[in-house]
Structures are given as C-alpha cells and as structure tokens.
C-alpha cells in the first residue's frame, strides 16, 4: 500500500533552519509529481511546493518563494523540504502528498517557529 512518511519537523528559531523530508513507498515514486501542504489550527490545509518526477519543474506559493526549497532523490524514494530563514508565520503540520490517482497523504510532521 501507499506509504508517505515525513520527517525533520521540529522547533525553531525565527531565522532559522528545517529539512524535511518524506520517504514513500507502494507505488512509482521516480514517475510522480510531489508535493508539499502545510496546515495551521482554523485553517484550511494550503500548498507550499511541488516537484515534477524528472525535478525539472518546481512551484512554490508566494509566501515561500526565496526561502524554501523542494527537491527529489528518486535513487531513495524520497522528497525533500529545505526551509530556510523560517519565520512564525510558517508555523504547522506540514505533510507531504503524492499527486497521483485520488492523491495520498503522509501523517505530517509539526513545525514550530517562535520569534
């Protein structure tokens, strides 16, 4: 079965440094596009970023753009998050999805930025 299981959440500084990351399994991981949302308590789950299979394309939501980074390790079956210079507005559960069929969720990783 599917399997999306993320990691690297933590707490942190405002200015400072996250990696995530999200190992799947259970289906063709080198052949789908991959992304990340994040969620906050009384708020709707919202798109971070997005990787094609190859890596060639990527987008990010504006908040974002210039501080985080996705990117794919296909050889390990696993999809990245850098998250730089994070501010307390990026505070959530962030969880990984595998855009393909009805879409699959991981059980998200919390990420905590005080200022």
């Known amino acids: 079965q599917v399997q999306l299981v993320e990691s690297g959440g933590g707490s942190v500084q405002a200015g400072g440094s996250l990696r995530l990351s999200c190992a799947a399994s259970?289906?063709?991981?080198?052949?789908?596009?991959m992304s990340w949302f994040r969620q906050t308590p009384g708020k709707e789950r919202e798109f971070v970023a997005l990787?094609?299979?190859?890596?060639?394309?990527?987008a990010y939501t504006d908040s974002v753009k210039g501080r985080f980074t996705i990117s794919r390790d296909n050889a390990k079956n696993t999809v990245y998050l850098q998250m730089n210079s994070l501010k307390s507005e990026d505070t959530g559960v962030y969880y990984c999805?595998?855009?393909w069929g009805s879409g699959y969720w991981g059980q998200g990783t919390q990420v905590t930025v005080s200022s």
């Open positions: 999805k595998a855009v």
């Open positions: 990787i094609n299979w190859s890596s060639a394309a990527t």
């Open positions: 259970g289906f063709t991981f080198r052949t789908t596009t």
